[in-house]
């Protein structure tokens, strides 16, 4: 899905920078509107709508996974049931569960087995979100705590963590643990549908602040209950709009260049982009005392958006004071002369024997291109 609003992107080409014989840095000043991400959905079939008969179990979701201390429950179904006000489609996912174990925490759940979700940057959002709806309870007597669970499960530095979103009814969630983290989600409304959003990047990030790579390996949907005596105890939970989403970069932005008078346009590699702000990439291989166009691209997804052309001139070798393509003494002396004010430059003198950069020849000038290799060409090529 993408969360696509109204303002659009837009780009400018900005002035070129540190411009060199062979180099110059290109800048575009970027505004991503409201394009800046695009949500890909992980889930398949989060709406539990196909195939989808009554009371048929949901597509992709598989199970039961028994929690904490379950071994035998009594009932554990999970099936597609219409005719509960859904918020979306004509489907919700119904958790019918009902155990007579001992004493202590015990749960049901059914998930989706996850590849590929593979998260290098918190800087990449991450977010999941579902509807919750408690149905039915009888046997509550005999528990101290229960709630509907949404479990997210990680492969964080080659280890095994859980991630838990515990919507209590009833009671406290049950403790932490150096594998287990549980979060105590917010307690939805009885027999009436509540929304949950997480933004999953930022609370990862607080868990495992150390951490640089992770994935998530599954998700699944079940019920927790902290039984206090041996009885029957049954929960019916239902489940919809179950979303966990990646965003992915909405722009990406890349520069075109040409020596005037060409045709054709050097393309750069595309930057993906999320936020609004100057982009540049430095661009090398042109031809000294040459004029270029160039101007900064952006794609979306609603098309390709084109900045103005300007121009850039690459300036002489550092040094190559005469403009021959080589250093030889008539550099040196020209540098000298210019130095003690026995001679003024033009400008494309000037920037060549202003070898280190500080808006004037001197005398270090004069001794760094005296100390290059008198002679050689600046090409690299041998004297014929």
């Known amino acids: 899905m993408s969360g696509l609003a109204g303002e659009l992107p837009s780009i400018r080409t900005l002035s070129a920078q540190d411009l060199e014989a062979t180099s110059a840095t290109l800048v575009a000043q970027v505004s991503v509107g409201d394009y800046?991400?695009?949500?890909?959905?992980i889930l398949a079939n989060p709406d539990f709508e196909l195939p989808g008969e009554e009371s048929s179990p949901p597509s992709y979701w598989a199970g039961p996974v028994f929690l904490e201390g379950e071994e035998d429950p009594t009932v554990v179904e999970f099936l597609q049931r219409a005719g509960y006000q859904e918020p979306s489609g004509d489907y919700a996912a119904y958790l019918k569960y009902a155990t007579e174990s001992q004493a202590g925490w015990v749960g049901v759940a059914y998930g989706q087995t996850l590849?590929?979700?593979?998260?290098?940057?918190?800087?990449?959002?991450?977010?999941l979100s579902y509807w919750l709806r408690p149905q039915y309870a009888y046997g509550t007597g005999v528990v101290s705590a229960w709630g509907g669970l949404v479990e997210v499960e990680l492969v964080v530095a080659g280890d095994l963590r859980l991630v838990r979103y515990l919507h209590l009814w009833k009671g406290d969630p049950p403790p932490d643990s150096e594998s287990v983290r549980y979060v105590?989600?917010?307690?939805?409304?009885?027999?009436?549908?509540?929304?949950?959003?997480?933004?999953?990047?930022?609370?990862l990030e607080d868990m495992f602040p150390q951490v640089e790579y992770f994935?998530?390996?599954?998700?699944?949907?079940?019920?927790?209950?902290h039984k206090q005596e041996a009885g029957l105890c049954r929960i019916y939970w239902l489940f919809d709009r179950v979303e966990l989403c990646k965003g992915e970069p909405g722009v990406y932005v890349y520069f075109e260049y040409r020596r005037q008078g060409d045709s054709d346009w050097v393309t750069t590699s595309p930057i993906p982009v999320s936020e609004s702000g100057q982009y540049q990439v430095t661009v090398t291989g042109l031809?000294?005392?040459?004029?270029?166009?160039?101007?900064?691209?952006?794609?979306?997804s609603e098309g390709i958006l084109y900045g103005e052309v300007l121009t850039l001139t690459t300036p002489r070798y550092p040094g190559d004071v005469d403009g021959d393509s080589r250093i030889t003494i008539l550099d040196v002396r020209l540098a000298f002369q210019a130095a003690k004010g026995l001679m003024e430059l033009d400008h494309a003198q000037m920037l060549a024997a202003d070898v280190n950069r500080n808006g004037r020849v001197d005398l270090e000038d004069v001794a760094r291109i005296a100390g290059s290799l008198i002679g050689s060409p600046l090409d690299g090529t041998e004297d014929p």
């Open 36 to 41: 800046g991400w695009v949500w890909v959905q």
């Open 287 to 300: 031809a000294p005392e040459t004029p270029y166009e160039f101007r900064a691209v952006l794609e979306y």
């Open 115 to 127: 590849t590929g979700v593979e998260v290098r940057d918190y800087a990449i959002p991450l977010t």
């Open 215 to 225: 994935s998530i390996s599954a998700l699944r949907l079940g019920v927790l209950i």
């Open 184 to 203: 105590n989600g917010l307690k939805p409304s009885w027999q009436l549908w509540s929304r949950f959003e997480h933004d999953l990047t930022s609370e």
